[in-house]
DNA sequence: GAAAGGTACTTCGCTACCTAAGTATTTGGC
DNA sequence: GCCAAATACTTAGGTAGCGAAGTACCTTTC
């Protein structure tokens, strides 16, 4: 197996650091998610820049569409499955609704609130991003065998099982 | 095997967009990388402010400490090694400097050239910093034995190295 | 039924980041 | 030896994000 990255510092490591002391299976995996996040991150930026989207915006839409009732929700609903602020949830749908891919809706039952609501165009422009999503995990995936990656799977559900509990909720984001 | 919240996220992909498709090992894998990068990047730095670093601030210093001539680097090569810009760099570098945990030292040999130099207050904290980091890597990957770590450890390598083999090059960060 | 407190969203001030342009210096071609 | 191109870093302008304060509304309590 060729070396990647990762292995070249880890070795660095055991070189200059040796006194430090480290796991080397533990660090391996943590700097492969990590690694593996940021070329995940990268590759879907360049790929949704083809059809007109930004990571973010995507992110948005997607979490407005993959709900129990898709293509409706409540900004504070949303901020919270994509991770970010109450601020930075009406930051994003200030700029989705001038895109024309959301609309605000005053709720009538509780005139707090406002309902996020997927627009026909949204919609489009979410079903194209969805075409071309994916290419680049199944690019990746394409490097296990199909049994692997159900391994790999088992594996890292045990530790997100593990990072929830410590976490409490279920303060998510796909 | 109890439930995460990649497992709901699935199910209900699988309830509302048949019509899509998608393979399920597939997605569940990237998801949960994604769902522990995020993870450790939060706990991360929820550890690092109690030494009085921000994450970024520890990013820099590390990739300052771990390469081949630890303590030294000059901006452009910072950058890359953490994946920000240049002028990011220039910006996270201002920050360090008036904190007193890294030098500025114009070179003789090329004077368009800075090297940046860790001060001993800087290695100091980086010291302590990494004394407490990896604490909630420790805390996730006790949830697989030893064996299990290094199946994901490997099988992560597969994955990484098609990556780096798709990125061309090496634009590395730890 | 009015005050007190909680909730939902937005606005404000600030930070980190990016791209692009600017400054200073070195290198390469003729 | 001098001008053009490349390189290294910084500055400038703009964006997305956060926390905290603000506004509007609902709910509880007495």
């Known amino acids: 197996m060729a070396e990647d990255w990762t292995d070249r510092h880890v070795a660095r490591w055991r070189d200059h650091w040796l006194d430090i002391g480290f796991d080397e299976d533990v660090e391996g995996v943590f700097t492969r998610i990590g690694r593996l996040a940021r070329h995940l991150r990268d590759a879907k930026a360049a790929a949704l820049a083809e059809v007109g989207l930004t990571d973010f915006e995507y992110d948005t839409l997607h979490a407005l569409m993959i709900r129990d009732t898709p293509g409706s929700a409540s900004p504070t609903e949303l901020a919270a499955e994509v ?7 009406t930051g994003r749908l200030d700029g989705l609704e001038r895109a024309g891919w959301i609309r605000r809706i005053p709720s009538v039952d509780d005139r707090r609130r406002v309902i996020v609501e ?11 991003a969805m075409d071309i999503r994916g290419e680049a995990e199944h ?11 159900a391994t790999v799977n088992r594996l890292l559900r045990k530790m997100t099982l593990r990072s929830e509990a410590e976490d409490g909720g279920s303060p998510g984001a796909s």
Chains 1, 2 share one sequence.
Do not use: C, D, F, K
């Open 139 to 149: 690019a990746l995936a394409a490097a296990l065998t199909e049994r692997e990656l």
């Open 118 to 128: 997927v627009t026909r165009q949204g919609l489009a422009i979410w079903r194209r």
């Open 83 to 89: 991770g970010v602020s109450g601020a930075g949830m």
